[in-house]
């Protein structure tokens, strides 16, 4: 069992940065595959990066590929986030998650282990 924890949302205009963390409880994090998603207003769930388990290979929706940077430290035990050129679409509340697959996961339905999410708002 993997517990999952973000935190670093918050409120910030468009154009700045925020990083987002996900702490891991449990020994198991360097063997699962790693996410985020998000979810906006009114919308669905939807892929927003994947890290490998070594951190290696990396993967990131399009509306995000250039501007967000996702790593992990598996002796923190910590995923990280990384969000720079903020735009008010990015507005969602932000969800890490697990895999235990060995590859690169895009969809939701493959993730194992969920946070609470944490809210991300950009104003314009």
């Known amino acids: 069992q993997v517990t999952l924890v973000e935190s670093g949302g918050g409120l910030v205009q468009a154009g700045g940065s925020l990083r987002l963390s996900c702490a891991a409880s449990?020994?198991?994090?360097?063997?699962?595959?790693m996410g985020w998603f998000r979810q906006g207003p009114g919308k669905e769930r939807e892929f927003v990066a994947a890290?490998?388990?070594?951190?290696?290979?990396?993967a990131y929706a399009d509306s995000v590929k250039g501007r967000f940077i996702i790593s992990r430290d598996n002796a923190k035990n910590t995923l990280y986030l990384q969000m720079n050129s903020l735009k008010p679409e990015d507005t969602a509340v932000y969800y890490c998650a697990g895999g235990r697959q060995s590859r690169l996961v895009l969809s939701a339905g493959e993730y194992d282990y969920w946070g609470q999410g944490t809210q991300v708002t950009v104003s314009s």
């Open positions: 449990g020994r198991t994090f360097s063997s699962h595959t």
């Open positions: 890290v490998s388990r070594l951190g290696f290979n990396t």
